[in-house]
């Protein structure tokens, strides 16, 4: 099994930043691939952007130059830098990670309002 923490969710200013940690424990070593999800109110959980274990990243377009995915050297930190945040960033954003299975972490709220 593997674990997920997410942390780092706030409220922020539109043009702001935040960064989200997700850090995983347990069979680490059956990640192939792990990446950030988020879910607003009323809508389908949707694909923030993903990194695979050689380091591949896909990102939506929605987010693409502003958000930026990464991990820490030993692969048990998944990171995402998030600048020039919008209204529209608003959600609660999930980490997840799939190898043998998917699991999925508990949440973090991002809310981006003046």
């Known amino acids: 099994q593997v674990q997920l923490v997410e942390s780092g969710g706030g409220l922020v200013q539109p043009g702001g930043s935040l960064r989200l940690s997700c850090a995983a424990s347990g069979s680490i070593f059956s990640i192939g691939v792990m990446g950030w999800y988020r879910q607003a109110p009323g809508k389908q959980r949707e694909l923030v952007a993903v990194?695979?274990?050689?380091?591949?990243?896909t990102y939506a377009d929605s987010v693409k130059g502003r958000f930026t995915i990464s991990r820490d050297d030993a692969k048990t930190t998944l990171y995402l830098q998030m600048n020039s945040l919008k209204p529209e960033d608003t959600a609660v954003y999930y980490c997840?990670?799939?190898?043998?299975?998917?699991?999925w972490g508990q949440g973090t709220q991002v809310t981006v309002s003046s």
């Open positions: 990194m695979t274990r050689g380091g591949t990243t």
């Open positions: 997840k990670s799939k190898g043998l299975n998917e699991y």
